[in-house]
């Protein structure tokens, strides 16, 4: 079981896969099961007749079942499952030359392995969000990360976005085609009836050889025929710019502008927010597409929550007095912006005096020494002065946890407008006193001026020079990626930071550790590095007694720690050798999964 397939591109729960039957299919894909000579058949409802096909060889046969409407009682759908699956006469498959999938019950939660999971019921889910969610997760948690899911009858090109960006693998063309002959024209913003049009805005043969009115004027399987069969090709052309949005790792931007067409959609895309679980567990930990935060649902997409958990959680600010609260600025990294060279130049030499964290939404915030690591260097968002309460009370309530958590002597805050608001507001609930410093302006000179003066005198406090800031962005990094404590094991007293910034490269003695890599923040290890954190209980990966040259393959992974996501640096422990690597795949799955890429190996040494 569940040995067909291979996933070779990842986005959240969507992913684009390589089934290995009849001369290969990429995935996601709309399939025709009802076609008897297709690679995936579908042998009947045990209400009516079925048909196991004679040759079975490089197929998968969906098993007779036993539908049920979706508000069954849950004991009766346990009932119609157990019947079905007791029938040995017709569910022996140990007989089949074939791969097998099963239908099941969007209640049903004893999953038996299988390669293909067929949803039934699917059509209902439609304008029920929290069933459609609830259903779809069931699903997948319950079964391996191998196995296929098909969503028939539901997708149009309207919501194919969200069936894939929520785990679908396989689709098909029924509704549009059932749409065509209702006289429905699908597209991608939503259904129109024929008899209210007036032009049709695809180029398909269909659509460029007649006008709406003169397509109505056929007889009604004619035209039945040729509406059902643009419809099938405005679902195909969306299936290809939803793979090509999860190769690009930016199909979240997409749904989010999709789900407007219907408000079930929108509901979907929430509620599956909320499932922050399942979705931070299949998500990159970076992706090299700018990540825009353009509605109200970005503030609860995984990469901007895990962010502010790990600073919250993993990050250790420096051991010093006073905190300079700043605001982001459009260009990234913050720093090279001219608004922040412009602080920079205010604090002067006080800044080694004071520790520097940017306010902004959505990620909240961002200490200076995490302002390459992704999303912090990699987000875009609508400017326009003007702050919603949702914002607001996320960006406050990041800074909030963040002051009671870690303790200062002063805190400067040289912001204006909604960022002053926020820190107000932050002031009043924690009775932490902050001191405001721009009078017309955070550009304006009376305002840096006052930056400059109130950090003026500091000198006799606790401070740290260049050379120890560096480390502590090596530390800091360490830490996020890895978890707290793990800076220290990486860093050692001795540590030396040479190239310039962001290029920074670490070293103890002439041994290089790890180098500073400026597109995500992260830390790649070298194989001296890795051996630093040998000892180090996350983030490590145990293989077989083999020698992997580039790759490790997930059959040959024995453990690998449930905390790694997809583009997470790994070290590997093996009998004969020890590396450092990234992950293409999380920990939980490479212990599932029969086929595919578990790690990119970088370095790699042979021991004993």
């Not at 579908?42 to 007779?64: F, N, R, V």
């Not at 800074?399 to 009671?404: A, E, G, M, P």
């Not at 932490?432 to 000179?445: E, K, M, N």
């Not at 990234?582 to 999964?593: I, Q, T």
Request: aromatic letters at 8%.
């Amino acid at each position: 079981m569940t040995n067909i397939f291979e996933v070779t591109h990842r986005d959240a729960a969507a992913r684009i896969g390589k089934l290995s039957l009849d001369g290969g299919l990429s995935t996601p894909a709309i399939i025709q099961p009802w076609k008897k000579d297709g690679f995936i058949v579908d042998s009947g409802s045990l209400w009516g007749k079925t048909a196991i096909p004679e040759k079975t060889q490089e197929k998968i046969i969906i098993l007779p079942h036993k539908s049920a409407p979706l508000h069954t009682r849950e004991e009766i759908v346990k009932g119609l499952a157990d019947s079905v699956s007791s029938d040995e006469t017709l569910l022996n498959t140990d007989e089949l030359e074939a791969h097998t999938g099963l239908v099941v019950h969007p209640l049903y939660q004893q999953l038996p392995e299988s390669d293909l999971y067929v949803l039934g019921a699917a059509k209902q889910l439609e304008n029920n969000p929290r069933a459609f969610v609830d259903s779809i997760i069931n699903i997948r948690e319950n079964t391996k990360s191998g196995s296929i899911l098909y969503v028939p009858s539901l997708s149009k090109p309207e919501n194919l976005a969200m069936i894939v960006y929520i785990g679908a693998d396989l689709v098909d063309d029924t509704l549009p085609v059932i749409k065509g002959y209702q006289d429905i024209y699908l597209t991608t913003s939503g259904e129109f009836h024929l008899d209210r049009m007036h032009e049709f805005p695809c180029p398909c043969d269909v659509c460029s050889a007649a006008v709406p009115e003169k397509l109505l004027k056929l007889p009604k399987k004619q035209r039945a025929e040729l509406l059902s069969r643009h419809n099938s090709f405005a679902l195909s052309s969306e299936l290809s710019a939803v793979r090509e949005q999860v190769r690009a790792g930016s199909l979240r931007e997409y749904v989010e502008r999709q789900c407007r067409t219907r408000p079930w959609l929108t509901a979907v895309l929430r509620l599956l927010d909320s499932e922050y679980s399942f979705i931070e567990k299949r998500t990159p930990v970076f992706r090299s597409a700018t990540l825009y935060a353009n509605t109200s649902e970005s503030m609860n997409r995984v990469e901007i929550k895990r962010f502010a958990e790990r600073v919250l959680e993993r990050y250790t600010p420096p051991d010093l007095d006073t905190l300079v609260l700043l605001p982001c600025s459009a260009k990234k990294p913050y720093s090279v912006s001219l608004s922040h060279q412009k602080f920079i130049n205010a604090l002067g030499k006080y800044r080694k005096f004071v520790h520097e964290v940017i306010i902004t939404s959505p990620m909240g915030i961002v200490p200076r020494e995490l302002e390459l690591m992704y999303p912090a260097a990699h987000y875009d968002t609508p400017v326009t002065g003007d702050w919603d309460a949702e914002e607001r009370a996320w960006v406050g309530g990041c800074l909030k946890s963040y002051l009671q958590k870690n303790k200062y002597t002063n805190i400067i805050a040289h912001v204006e407008g909604a960022y002053r608001e926020i820190c107000e507001s932050v002031e009043e609930e924690t009775g932490i006193g902050f001191v405001y410093t721009v009078d017309d302006g955070v550009l304006a000179r009376t305002s840096l001026n006052n930056l400059k003066d109130a950090v003026f005198g500091l000198d006799n406090g606790k401070k740290r020079s260049g050379d120890e800031t560096k480390l502590d962005i090596m530390r800091v990094a360490a830490d996020y990626q890895f978890g707290k404590g793990a800076g220290r094991m990486l860093v050692p007293g001795d540590g030396i930071v040479r190239a310039p910034y962001p290029k920074y490269q670490l070293f103890s003695e002439k041994k290089q550790l790890a180098t500073l890599i400026p597109q995500y923040g992260t830390l790649a290890l070298t194989i001296e590095g890795g051996m630093m954190l040998r000892d180090w209980q996350g983030y490590s990966v145990t293989i077989g007694d083999f020698i992997p040259r580039s790759t490790i393959l997930a059959p040959g992974v024995i453990e690998a720690d449930p905390q790694i996501r997809p583009n997470d640096e790994v070290i590997v422990k093996g009998d004969k050798i020890f590396g450092v690597g990234r992950a293409a795949m999380s920990g939980w799955e490479m212990k599932e999964s029969a086929r595919g890429v578990a790690v990119e190996l970088r370095h790699s040494k042979k021991i004993g």
